[in-house]
C-alpha cells in the first residue's frame, strides 16, 4: 500500500532500520502530541505512582510542547538554554525529578535553526530510563540530505541510542503538499504506546492511526509520489542548491552596514544587527513586500531558505540595503506588535480572521498571565 510505502521510507531516511515504525499526522504540532501521548501511556503502566507527568525541554522547543502538554493533562518544564541558544544538558539533568516522564529536545529548534546536543542527552535520558523525543519538523527531512553533501550535521536520529521517538514534517523540506508529518518510533516497543482501540459503542472496534479520525489522503499520496519522484538523488541536489544559496544571502547581508548573521546549522539564517532596530527593519521589508519572521529573544529575523534563483536573491538584498540606509539615516518604520505565529502577521494588523479577536477577548494572554 502507498501508506506502508511512505513510512517505511520515512523510516528508512532516519535510519530507523528493520525495527522502526512511522504513522503519518498532519503537521508537526499532531505529531509532537502523537510523542507526548506515548510518554504518557508508558508512564502510566510503568510509574502509575505519578499523577501529573511533567516532560522537560529546553526554552527553544516547539511551542507545540506547551499546547500539547496542557491537552494531555502532562506538565512542561522548560530550562534555559546555554548561551550558544542550545539545549544544555546540565540544566536539564537538574530539572529531572520524580515526576519526570521524557525530555524533548530539537533538530534544529525553530527559533535559532541550531540542534540541540542530542546524544549527550541521550546518555543521561538512557540512565534514567526516560522517554526521549527528537523534534526534527523542521530539519527530517533537509538535514540528512545535507549531511550527504558535506554539511556539518550532528547525529540526532535513531543512530543515538536512547532517542524514542522522532517527530519530521514532510510537508517542510519534504516538498510535500500540507497537511503532512511523520510521527517516527524506535520499534513497536515505542509505537504501542501510542495508539488507542475502543469499542464501548453499537457500531464496534475502533482504531486510528494518529489522533485524527481520519486523515487527507491527497496529502499521503502526494508525498509518497513527491519522495519516489525526487529519491536520495533529487534530494541531494536540492540540498546543494540551498546551501550554495545560503551561502549568496550572508555574503551579502554580511556587506550591509549595520547587520550581519550568526551560524547556524541548516537552512535557516537569523539576521541580526548592533546598530538598528532590527523589528524597524523587518516592518522595512515588509512595506516592500516580503513577509519576514523574526524573534523577540533574542531581536532578529528569521529567513528560512530554500533554493533560490539569483535574481530573487539580489533582489531581496537591495531592498535590504535600501531599509538599512532609509534607517541608518534617520528614517523610521512603524514597528508592528509582536506577531502571532502560524500567521505571519502582527496582533496589530486590522486583517486578522475574527476567530483571532474574538479568542483573545476569551482567554488570559500570557503577558496578562504573566502580570497577575
Known sequence: MIEDDLQA???????GGSSGRANITSGGTESIYCALHAMRERARIERPEISVPEIIAPYSAHIAFSRGAHFLGMKLIRVPTGDNYRADATLIEQAIG?????VAVSAPCWPYDLFDPVSEIAELTLARKLWLHVDACVGGFLAPFLQAV?????????RVSGVHSISADLHKYGYSPKPCSAILWRSEQEQKFHYHACSDWPSGPYLSQSMLGSGPAGATVAAWAVLNHLGRQGYEKIAEKIVRTKEKLTAGIEDIDGLSTWKTDTASLMIISAGLDIHEVTAGMNALGWVLWGN?????????VDSTEDDIIQRFLADLAQVA???RAG????VPKTGIYGTGISESED???RWVYDAWKLIETPEQKAGD
Open 9 to 15: 521510507m520515512c523510516v528508512e531516511i532516519h535510519n
Open 98 to 102: 520524580s515526576c519526570t516522564v521524557g
Open 150 to 158: 558535506g554539511q556539518p550535521i550532528p547525529e540526532y536520529d535513531f
Open 296 to 304: 523577540n529573544e533574542p531581536p532578529l529575523i528569521h529567513l528560512t
Open 325 to 327: 540606509d532609509s534607517l
Open 331 to 334: 528614517g523610521v518604520h512603524a
Open 351 to 353: 486583517h486578522l480572521p
